[in-house]
C-alpha cells in the first residue's frame, strides 16, 4: 500500500504533537504538584507566610545537599556567578578562613596549596565538600562543622575570611559577620559574594512577597539589604559591586575602626584557671577537661606550688569544641597555643556501655586521638600526655600485666572497640616521636574512680553505678543490687591520685614508652567486696543482692604498678575504703548536679 508523502507528514505531524502534548501536560503536573507542595511547606495551616527557624532551614539545606550542584549549577553558568567566584576568590591570600562553605562550590577557586579552613553548619552540605576534597585529593584544607556566629578560633587569626552566598542563610548575618570581623586580622581582607535586596523596588516587591517560597524551596532568604548588613556590623567596606538587578553583591572589606574597642574584650572560651597571657607561665591544656580525672586535675593543681608558680592550665569540656572534628581541634590549639597537652578528652564508659556501643567507642576515640596528636604535632607542644587503660591488655594473658604486654593478643571482647582505638594511641605516640621527635608518651590507668564521674547507672563504671544503687535502694528502702556474681576482680585508683601522678609524668617522665598508673597487685578486690564497702560508706542496712543475669564481663587485669614504684617509690595511694567515704560523701552533697 502506497502511503502518501503528506499523510505520512501527517501522521508524523500528528504522533510528535500527540508525544509532546503528553510530554508537556505531564510537565505541567508535576510542575503543578511541585508548586502545591512547595506552597505546603512556604504557608502554614492558615495560610500564612511560614516563619522558619534556623533549623527549619538547616533541615532545608541537608535535605538538598547532595543535589544541590546539579540544581544550581545550570543557572550559576547563565548568572556568570562561576566568574564572580573566581574573580573574587583569586584575591584571596595568607591564611584563609571560608565560612558557609556548603558544598564545596569555591574549591577549584582558591589558589593551589592556599592555607584554606572551610565551616559550616550543616553536616550534609559539609559531607559533599569531603567528597570533593576526596576526590580532588587536595590535603591542604582543613574543614568542619562550625557555627559561625561563635566561631571558636582566636581574634585576628586569618589574613582572609571570605562567604559566597552566606548571608541569606544564617539566623543571624549581623553577628556573622562581626565575627567574620573578630578573626580576621588587622590588615586582613572580607571577601562576599551574596545576594540580596534589589537596587528595584519592583523586584523588591516581588523578593519580599515570595521570600517565604524561597526559604521553603532553597532555606534561605533572599531579600536581606546586604549592604546595611555590612555598614551595621561595622565593616569598612572598600569595593562593591552589583549585578542581576542589583541583587547580586560583590564586596570587599576590612575590619571596621568602630569595632576595634570591641575587640579589645575578653576573647576566652574554655574555663581559664590562671590568665594564660601574664606570667609568660607554661600553658598546658587538659582535654577532656570537666570529666572524672580532669576534675581530679583541677583539683590537684589548686594547692601545687609549681603549677601556681609556672604552669597556666585550660580545662576543655566538649563545649570549647568537637575533638572529632579537625577544624575545631586546630581551633582550640591556634588559640591555647600550648606548651603541654594531657590528652584525657574520649568516649568513656563501663562495662555495660562498651558492649553495646563497640563502634562509637572505636570510632569516636579513634577520630579524637587522632586530630589531638596530629594537632600536637603541628603546634610543636613540648609534651603530650594521652590516657590509656587497663581493659586494652590482652584478655588471654600471664599476671601481672606489664606495660611490655599491651600488643600480646586481643583484649577482652566486651571493650574491643575501645581498647583497640586506645592501643593506636600507645603505637602513634611512638611513632610520633620516631618520625618527627615528639615527646609523646602515654599513662595507663586501671579503673578510676572519685568525685565528678559518671553515676548514670547504665552508662557508668562499677563504682559510680553502685554508690548511686545502694543511695537509690537507701531511699526506697529496697534492696541493693550487684550485677554480676561478684567474682570479677579489679584495681582502683581515687581520681585525685592519679591527677597528682599524670601531672608528675607530665613535668618529669619522658620515654615514649606507657607508663602503667595504678595500685599495687595488692590493692585488688572483688566486686563483691566492693560492694559491701560502698554499702558501709552509704551506711547501708539493707539486703545485697546479685543479679547474676548481668555480664562479669573480663574477669581480671590485674596491673604491675612496679615501673611506677621505681620511679615513684614515694607515692601514698588513697585507700579503697577512704577514697569511697569521699566519693560517697561527694555525691550525697551533690546528688543534684551530680552526672547520672
Ligand atoms: P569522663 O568523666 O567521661 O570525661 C570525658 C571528658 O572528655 C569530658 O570532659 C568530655 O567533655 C570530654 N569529651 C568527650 N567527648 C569529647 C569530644 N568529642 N570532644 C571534646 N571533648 C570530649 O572521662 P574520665 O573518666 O575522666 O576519663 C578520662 C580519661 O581516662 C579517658 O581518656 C578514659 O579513656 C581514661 N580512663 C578512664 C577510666 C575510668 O575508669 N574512668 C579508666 C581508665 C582510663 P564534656 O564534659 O563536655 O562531655
Ligand atoms: O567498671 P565496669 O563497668 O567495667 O565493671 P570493667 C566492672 C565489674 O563490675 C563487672 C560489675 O564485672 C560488672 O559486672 N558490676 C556490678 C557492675 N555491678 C555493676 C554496676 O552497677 N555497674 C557496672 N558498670 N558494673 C571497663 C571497660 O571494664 O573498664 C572500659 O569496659 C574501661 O572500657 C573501664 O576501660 C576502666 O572494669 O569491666
Known sequence: MRVSVKSLTLGIGSYLGILGGGYYWALSQREAAAKKALAEKAEDAAGKPKRFSETDRLAIFGEGASKYDKEIGTDEIVMGLNLLRWWLLRQARGKILEVAGGTGRNLDYFPKGANLTIIDLCDRMMAETERKLRKSRRGDVLFGKMDVSQMSFPDRTFDTVCDTF???????????????????KDDGQILLLEHGRSTYDWLNEILDKNSHRHTARWGCVWNRDIESLCHDAGLEVTSISRWHFGTTYMIHAKPGRREADRRKGPVTTGKHAQDMSKNNKKVVLITGGTGLVGKGIEDFISSDPIAQESESYVFLSSKDGDLRDKAQTYAIFEKHRPAYVVHLAALVGGLFRNMAQKVEFYRENMLINDNVMEACKDFKVEKLVSCLSTCIFPDKTTYPIDETMIHNGPPHASNEGYAYAKRM?????????????CNFTSIIPTNIYGPHDNFNIQDGHVIPGLVHKCYLAEQAGTDFTIWGSGKPLRQFIYSRDLAELIIWTMREYHSADPLILSVGEEDEVSIGTLAETVAKAMEFKGNVVFDTSKADGQYKKTASNLKLRSLRPDFRFTSIEEGLEKTCAWFKENYATARK
Do not use: H, I, N, W
Open 166 to 184: 552566606g548571608l541569606c542563610s544564617f539566623e543571624d548575618p549581623k553577628v556573622a559577620l562581626q565575627e567574620m570581623e573578630r578573626v580576621c
Open 425 to 437: 594511641l600507645d603505637v602513634m605516640s611512638r611513632c610520633y616521636k620516631e618520625e618527627y621527635g
